[in-house]
């Protein structure tokens, strides 16, 4: 079994940051991939940001050159620094883990941007 935990959301103005980060527990093997997906109210959860456990990367087209994802594999954590942030980023915001074919999700963690 595998647990993730979040932490790092909450309220923020336009232009502002956050840092996510998000710790794995549990049965993790040495090749998986870890990122963020976010649900917007009314919309469907789309991928943020995704890193192999060989640190390739990929990123939604809205949130390029202002998120940065890395791990750190010792300690089972990925990490989302958020800057420059936009309304359009308000969402919940959840953590995965992929492996041997199977995903696991944290609870979700909420970043609301607004003035």
């Known amino acids: 079994q595998v647990q993730l935990v979040e932490s790092g959301g909450g309220l923020v103005q336009p232009g502002g940051s956050l840092r996510l980060s998000c710790a794995a527990s549990?049965?993790?093997?040495?090749?998986?991939?870890m990122g963020w997906y976010r649900q917007a109210p009314g919309k469907q959860r789309e991928l943020v940001a995704r890193i192999s456990s060989g640190t390739s990367t990929n990123y939604a087209d809205s949130v390029k050159g202002r998120f940065t994802i890395s791990r750190d594999n010792g300690k089972n954590t990925v990490y989302l620094p958020m800057n420059r942030l936009k309304p359009e980023d308000t969402a919940v915001y959840y953590c995965?883990?992929?492996?041997?074919?199977?995903?696991?999700w944290g609870k979700g963690t909420l970043v609301t941007v607004s003035s």
């Open positions: 995965n883990l992929a492996q041997l074919g199977m995903d696991y």
């Open positions: 549990g049965s993790i093997f040495t090749i998986n991939a």
